[in-house]
């Protein structure tokens, strides 16, 4: 069984909408990571958690929140999704803080139209 | 300004043949990641080097790292097609209490026949 699992996988949807995305790992990892990835951006870190009701914001988080309830679960939402928010998320998961390997999800593709 | 740096960016290489791909970060870590995304795909882990002098191999892959240049090098002996992927390194920096991982931008590897 896959240790991360991300929902849903695809997504298109209007400007303006919310939007959830959702990240359940069974690993028991204590962090937890969003990212974006876009073509000549890398990869950049949205928000993080450090454990179940703590979270911080990455570099760019503006636009995006996210909430951890239970360490199996870290959502992420967009709370007006914009076009510029059209991109590949992923999802990592780690046994230590930030600077420590992470291990990544499938990743869900966001369309905003 | 933590940055890391790969080159190149993109490589197109025949099978067969060796090459290296650079990652050079800008401020002091003794810990880098490579990973490999194939297209459409998640990131996987490939090598985890946590000391000055570290180096790992796996097939025809083997990664070093050199703290005091602030450079890791990702080393191809007779590519094969199979090795078609982008390549990220990432570093991890500390500041403060606070630990993070910085991303290259990635290179792309085509491997011809």
């Known amino acids: 069984d896959a240790g991360i699992t991300q929902s849903p996988r695809h997504k298109v949807t209007e400007t303006g909408t919310p939007v959830t995305l959702r990240c359940h790992q069974t690993?028991?990892?204590?962090?937890m990571y969003w990212y974006r990835q876009d073509p000549g951006h890398g990869l950049r870190l949205i928000h993080y958690?450090?454990?179940?009701?703590?979270?911080d914001k990455g570099e760019v988080s503006d636009g995006y929140s996210v909430s951890r309830s239970k360490t199996e679960d870290f959502l992420l939402t967009l709370e007006s999704a914009t076009s510029s928010q059209t991109s590949v998320y992923f999802c990592?998961?780690?046994?230590?803080?930030?600077?420590?390997?992470?291990?990544f999800g499938p990743g869900t593709r966001l369309t905003v139209l | 300004e933590l940055k890391v740096e790969q080159n190149p960016l993109f490589l197109s290489m025949q099978e067969g043949k060796n090459y290296t791909i650079y990652c050079n970060y800008s401020?002091?870590?003794?810990?880098l990641y490579w990973y490999r995304q194939d297209p459409g795909k998640s990131l996987e882990s490939l090598f985890v080097l946590l000391s000055n002098g570290a180096v790992k191999q796996e097939g025809r892959l083997m990664a070093s790292l050199d703290t005091k240049a602030r450079l890791s090098t990702l080393h191809i002996t007779a590519a094969v097609h199979d090795l078609s992927a982008t390549y990220f390194c990432a570093v991890d920096f500390a500041a403060g209490n606070n630990r993070k991982l910085i991303w290259g931008l990635g290179t792309s590897l085509a491997v011809n026949p």
């Open positions: 958690s450090y454990g179940v009701k703590d979270t």
């Open positions: 690993e028991n990892h204590r962090y």
């Open positions: 401020t002091t870590s003794d810990r």
């Open positions: 990592a998961t780690g046994t230590g803080p930030g600077g420590n390997e992470q291990f």
